[in-house]
């Protein structure tokens, strides 16, 4: 079955920290026979409401192909780091699994722009 899910990182963690932490939420959906279709990391973004007086975090989408029995592991693993503040996961439906991929290969047809030194990152 597919899925998706998304969840939120403290705003406090570096770069590295959250590279780190989003690592091992899908080397742990690979070790445990889950195929991991694609990573977005969507980067810093406001949040809706304030969670632990924080009103910013670090969102990343994982879409993945998975028996549903890992769900369960998948999201205890995100109640035991603190780093995750939230999350959601749900079950693609075929149309969802359909607009997911051709969402991926629009993107993928992007041009990927490269700031140049003149231009402010």
């Not at 780190?20 to 406001?46: D, H, I, P, S, Y």
């Not at 969102?59 to 995750?84: C, G, H, N, Q, W």
């Amino acid at each position: 079955m597919q899925y998706e899910t998304v969840f939120i990182l403290t705003p406090v963690l570096s770069d590295a920290q959250m590279k780190e932490a989003v690592e091992k939420f899908t080397n742990m959906l690979a070790e445990n026979g889950a195929t991991v279709v694609n990573t977005e990391e969507w980067g810093l973004r406001k949040l809706a409401y304030p969670i632990d007086k924080k009103s910013t975090g670090f969102y990343t989408l994982v879409e993945f192909e998975a028996d549903p029995s890992l769900i369960r592991k998948l999201e205890t693993a995100y109640r035991r780091d603190e780093r995750v503040i939230r999350w959601l996961t749900f079950r693609q439906d075929k149309y969802a699994a359909q607009y997911a991929a051709k969402r991926r290969a629009r993107r993928a047809a992007q041009p990927q722009v490269q700031p140049t030194e003149n231009q402010e990152a």
